[in-house]
């Protein structure tokens, strides 16, 4: 069955840090690839997303993913964390073939300390 | 984008009772998701409604305990049934909204916390 592999479950930084999340997923089909963010309280927002093109995308508030198809991953990254990055953050995949259904990793709860 | 507004936001039921989520789009669209995050887990998909059709459910999930309704393009609701302290979760209704150059996100509500006692 297909799945979606997050490898932190809790990650803890300090301001000014770097940041990268693993993902990893088992599909061998075409798939579209997405990180989502929920901050404490609020509803699950999209991060950066990756259709096709460029592997490397660009999201909102400085934060980027790198889609390497060979090793089934799409690892998060951002240079410089700051205290309101404060949030989980979940790795979701879409499997080819029209249907909309989202395969969703375990999540990383990040927590960042000024 | 799609904005999506659940109700209720939270609920403490008592066990055997049901209740109902309601979620509202404020565009139309043609499937609509019910997922459910269990304390400590990812998101699990429930089930896909399309409006004029029975919706369709992931396995492990079934009509009886989780009954959906899709009267319209814009608006879903589902039901917990027989609830027991197991389906304490949050539950998330989601629309696929397609973008420029056909790409399809998903959008989120803010979700409904159940807690069963």
């Known amino acids: 069955a297909q799945s979606v592999s997050q490898h932190n479950h809790h990650v803890i930084l300090s301001e000014a840090a770097s940041l990268e999340l693993g993902c990893n997923y088992s599909y061998g089909g075409t798939v579209n690839l997405f990180w989502y963010v929920q901050y404490p309280g609020q509803h699950l927002q999209l991060l950066l997303k990756y259709f096709s093109g460029d592997p490397l995308v660009k999201g909102i508030k400085g934060f980027e993913a790198e889609f390497i198809k060979s090793k089934f991953s799409f690892n998060l990254r951002k240079p410089s964390v700051q205290w309101s990055d404060t949030a989980e953050y979940f790795c979701?995949?879409?499997?080819?073939?029209?249907?909309?259904?989202?395969?969703f990793g375990a999540g990383t709860r990040l927590a960042v300390h000024p | 984008s799609a904005v999506i507004s659940q109700k209720p936001s939270r609920d403490i039921c008592q066990r055997g009772t049901s209740l109902t989520i309601q979620c509202q789009v404020d565009?139309?669209?043609?499937?609509m998701f019910w997922y459910r995050q269990q304390p400590g887990q990812s998101l699990t998909l429930i089930a896909t409604a399309n409006q004029g059709s029975e919706a369709t459910y992931e396995s492990g999930f079934v009509i009886d305990k989780f009954p959906i309704s899709r009267p319209n393009l814009t608006f879903s609701t589902l039901t917990v049934s027989n609830m027991s302290p197991e389906d304490s979760s949050i539950y998330l209704c989601?629309?696929?909204?397609?973008?420029?150059?056909?790409?399809?996100?998903?959008?989120f509500g803010q979700g409904t916390r159940l807690t069963v006692v």
């Open positions: 989601s629309v696929a909204a397609t973008r420029s150059r056909g790409n399809t996100e998903a959008f």
């Open positions: 565009s139309q669209v043609t499937m």
């Open positions: 979701a995949v879409r499997l080819s073939g029209g249907y909309n259904k989202l395969i």
